[in-house]
């Protein structure tokens, strides 16, 4: 039988098992003797064995529980981050053997994690120096292009097929630092130096960013929420996040639309919400539009590259934020993101 492989389980049967036999023997022998008050002695026979069975029983499920509960700390040590948790299997049993089968697994785990770590810095790296690569020649093209201008003004085909080559020449520009930037936010290789900011003024500052597109493509951006409110990020990155989301609404809206910018802080979180009145997200989309380089089959934006969205969602995530997404096509599109207000213990 498999169950008495665990010595300890062995023990525990045989214990009960000798108890018995030794019960069974007095209660023969007063018997067979005819001792005066043998019923009173077997009867006190019987008690001392369930007492010497049930504290067997005592100790050996008080031992498997520390057993247990030394298992479920090693468990949570591990979730806690501590990868060099494991559970103590060195006896024999089907308890044993599933620890055992546990800590394989947690082998398993480590060796994936360390893998994905290493790949994500190798891609880091890769891009990191393609980028670099690139900036050279983006450079000396750009320079190209500026001489082409210069020297083409009376010449309308060629001023004009030169203006869209720097059109180009930009969004490569923009898709290279786009690449670096998602690379280390991925690999963590990115420290967000956190300090306490006003929110109205980055909120400011977004709005006087794209004060000249909105006034161009006559939109409206509209600033709503407390002057007062103080959020622990780091200024630089958040202003990243928000203003690829704003420009996603601009990208997204039509003339005479309206853009909303909305903050205000509850009693454990700070919430900003961004939302528009423009052509909205397609069903179909709402769960792929964080992803990198989707792009939608229902959208009319040809410009975009699909980074936008999920360097905002890792800028958010990597200041222990969370981003949502409410749309219907027509109506317009709601972001939503919350940020956990720290407590002092």
């Not at 214990?15 to 019960?23: C, K």
């Not at 420009?247 to 639309?257: I, V, Y």
Request: charged content about 20%; hydrophobic content about 45%.
């Amino acid at each position: 039988m498999k169950i008495l492989a665990n010595k300890k389980i062995k023990l525990l049967f045989f214990r009960a098992l000798w108890s018995i036999l030794a019960f069974t023997l007095i209660s023969v022998v007063f018997l067979s003797l005819n001792v005066k008050n043998a019923a009173l002695y077997i009867l006190i026979s019987s008690l001392c064995m369930g007492m010497l069975l049930l504290a067997a029983m005592y100790f050996y499920f008080k031992e498997q529980n520390n057993i247990m509960e030394n298992a479920i700390m090693q468990i949570k040590e591990y979730i806690s981050g501590n990868q060099n948790a494991r559970i103590e299997c060195d006896d024999e049993g089907e308890l044993n053997r599933l620890f055992h089968e546990i800590n394989a697994l947690v082998s398993i785990l480590n060796a994936q994690a360390e893998n994905e770590g290493s790949a994500k810095i190798f891609l880091k790296d890769t891009i990191s120096n393609i980028s670099h690569q690139l900036k050279t020649p983006l450079a000396a093209l750009n320079i190209y292009n500026g001489i082409i201008q210069d020297e083409a003004k009376d010449i309308p085909t060629v001023n004009e097929f030169a203006a869209l080559s720097e059109q180009e020449l930009e969004r490569i520009e923009v898709l290279v630092q786009n690449l670096l930037k998602i690379t280390k936010l991925d690999a963590g290789a990115i420290v967000m130096e956190k300090t306490k900011e006003n929110v109205s003024d980055m909120m400011t500052r977004i709005q006087k960013h794209f004060l000249y597109r909105a006034e161009q493509e006559e939109k409206e951006l509209i600033l709503t929420g407390d002057d007062s409110v103080l959020l622990l990020c780091d200024r630089g990155w958040l202003l990243e996040a928000i203003s690829n989301i704003v420009k996603n609404a601009f990208d997204h809206t039509e003339k005479g639309n309206t853009i909303f910018i909305e903050w205000r802080q509850f009693a454990s979180i700070i919430q900003i919400v961004i939302r528009d009145n423009g052509s909205g997200i397609h069903p179909a989309d709402l769960y792929h539009i964080f992803k990198k380089f989707y792009r939608s089959r229902f959208s009319k934006d040809t410009q975009g590259m699909g980074l936008g969205l999920p360097i905002a969602k890792s800028i958010i995530e990597s200041h222990n934020g969370t981003i949502e997404v409410d749309s219907q096509p027509g109506t317009g599109t709601t972001f939503t993101i919350n940020f956990l207000i720290p407590t002092k213990l």
